[in-house]
């Protein structure tokens, strides 16, 4: 009964150690695949001449903003079908937050 009792502890604890172990191994290739995907984007970057005169840890960003004026008389107010505009705001993979706005003309009644 002991002996039962004993050996099932040390396997227990035999397996804890190649969990651990399991997860180092997994740590070290997540860290390896990333280095060798941002060394590919780098050159990448450097084949078509991106990001020239940046440093590797600054990023371009770019921002369209559209306006739109409309001046219309009072009678032309009628045939304007509404607009519902939709928010959607996530955070992209460098740690952004990216606001995107969806416009839809809703058919007048």
């Not at 960003?61 to 509404?82: A, C, D, H």
Request: charged share 25%; aromatic share 6%.
């Amino acid at each position: 009964m002991w002996t039962f009792i004993t050996q099932l502890l040390v396997t227990l604890v035999l397996l804890g150690f190649f969990l651990v172990s399991c997860q180092n191994v997994m740590h070290i290739v997540k860290g390896s695949l990333c280095f060798v995907l941002k060394h590919i984007h780098q050159e990448l970057d450097k084949e078509l001449g991106e990001n020239e005169g940046l440093s590797d840890d600054e990023e371009t960003i770019s921002t369209k903003v559209v306006r739109r004026r409309v001046l219309l008389k009072g009678s032309e107010l009628q045939n304007i079908p509404g607009e519902q505009v939709t928010e959607e705001q996530f955070t992209d993979d460098q740690g952004n937050i990216v606001t995107k706005k969806d416009h839809t003309s809703t058919p007048n009644p």
